[in-house]
């Protein structure tokens, strides 16, 4: 049982918080480094990660590190000694009522950013080669 929770404590995850705090409160120990693959909104929480979204961390005991809830992360297993964590899940009501009349994502999820530059990608693309054919339209 125990290891069975220790699993779902470490698996991949985004948090039900706006921010969260994760101090390194020690003691001696090996692996358990903190891993993060980008920022997602509800609807993208499962999408890929892109390179530059791969951060790993290895925690220090003494320094915390504040990131966002939604920004999906994980701990990989201690290795040896004894990882000991203090975690605060901060939450805002407020935010969470706006966030109900929010449509528009694309700011904070890093999925709907990219899927956006893709789509002016294309549009940029499609534009570039009507002007094309128009300059280089046979003359009649
Ligand atoms: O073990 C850790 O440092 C991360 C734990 C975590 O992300 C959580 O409990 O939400
Ligand atoms: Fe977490």
């Not at 921010?19 to 999408?47: A, I, M, P, W, Y």
């Not at 975690?87 to 528009?104: A, H, P, T």
Request: glycine letters at 8%.
């Amino acid at each position: 049982m125990r290891g069975q929770r220790s699993l779902l404590m470490h698996s991949f995850h985004v948090d039900d918080s706006e921010v969260t705090l994760n101090v390194c409160l020690g003691k001696q120990f090996s692996g358990g480094t903190l891993f993060f693959r980008g920022v997602r909104c509800d609807e993208h929480v499962h999408s890929e990660s892109q390179p530059e979204e791969i951060i790993d961390y290895s925690h220090v005991p003494g320094r915390a590190v504040l990131h966002r809830g939604r920004h999906r992360h994980g701990a990989r297993a201690t290795t040896s000694g004894q990882r000991v964590n203090l975690l605060l899940w901060c939450r805002s009501s407020v935010f969470r009522e706006l966030k109900k009349y929010q449509k528009d994502f694309s700011k904070w999820c890093g999925e709907c950013q990219r899927e956006k530059k893709e789509r002016q990608r294309l549009a940029v693309g499609a534009t570039k080669l009507e002007l094309f054919k128009r300059l280089h339209k046979p003359t009649s």
